[in-house]
């Protein structure tokens, strides 16, 4: 397993547009995390799975943001009616929660840019 | 909500010198706490992590942290930095009751002068 992985690196989007970003965590980890940073500041959490079941969303995560672990694999999350706001940094992150609290495993992330 | 300081935002030493970087957090509760490092160009690395047990945690590349309850610290510690520990060092905050959530600070940017 080479980690965990994301697509695209870059995206750049017109305001207005959707947009999909697709992360494969590694392989064993039962837990998916979605965050985002942006210049300056520490990653901040939008939400996590463990396996398919979406366990927490913040608050500041808006409509026009959804995620889904469908099989428990994969994960993907849609930006709807993207706006210049959001261009940030996305990441994603992966862990094995067993015993306990595990630190994670980080992709390289996907770069928006809204234009 | 827990929240998550760092009180040097840049942080430029020369080669050999020691290090300590600070991380405060704001949580009563029972913690989990971690550092992360991301080196130009590179991705988010967990550095080392605290749960349970000594304070003092020793992680990779010969950095240490320490966790003191009574102020709420857990600051991260090299003796002698080398010019490749030149980085962002994110300090993070998990809530001990399997939530898996974490919170970050923002950031200290560490030059390394060779």
């Known amino acids: 397993d080479t980690g965990v992985s994301q697509d695209p690196r870059h995206k750049i989007t017109k305001r207005g547009q959707n947009v999909t970003f697709r992360c494969d965590p590694i392989?064993?980890?039962?837990?998916l995390y979605w965050y985002r940073q942006t210049l300056g500041q520490g990653p901040e959490f939008l939400t996590y799975f463990q396996n398919e079941a979406q366990l927490e969303k913040s608050r500041l995560l808006s409509d026009r943001f959804s995620a889904e672990r469908p099989k428990g694999s994969f994960s993907t999350l849609e930006i709807q009616r993207t706006e210049q706001g959001d261009s940030a940094m996305y990441l994603c992150?992966?862990?094995?929660?067993?015993?306990?609290?595990?630190?994670?495993?980080f992709g390289s992330g996907t770069r928006l840019t809204v234009v | 909500a827990q929240s998550v300081s760092q009180h040097n935002h840049h942080v430029i030493l020369s080669e050999a010198a020691s290090l300590e970087l600070g991380c405060n957090y704001s949580y009563g509760g029972t913690v989990n706490l971690f550092w992360y490092v991301q080196y130009p160009g590179q991705h988010l690395q967990l550095l080392l992590k605290?749960?349970?047990?000594?304070?003092l945690v020793k992680g990779i590349k010969g950095f240490e942290a320490e966790f003191i309850k009574s102020k709420f610290s857990f600051n991260l510690r090299k003796p002698s930095v080398q010019w490749s520990d030149t980085a962002e060092y994110f300090c993070?905050?998990?809530?001990?009751?399997?939530?898996?959530?974490?919170?970050f600070g923002d950031g200290t940017t560490l030059t390394v002068k060779p």
């Open positions: 993070a905050v998990a809530l001990n009751t399997n939530a898996g959530k974490s919170t």
């Open positions: 392989s064993e980890h039962n837990r």
């Open positions: 605290y749960f349970s047990g000594d304070p």
């Open positions: 992150a992966s862990s094995l929660v067993a015993m306990g609290l595990e630190g994670y495993t």
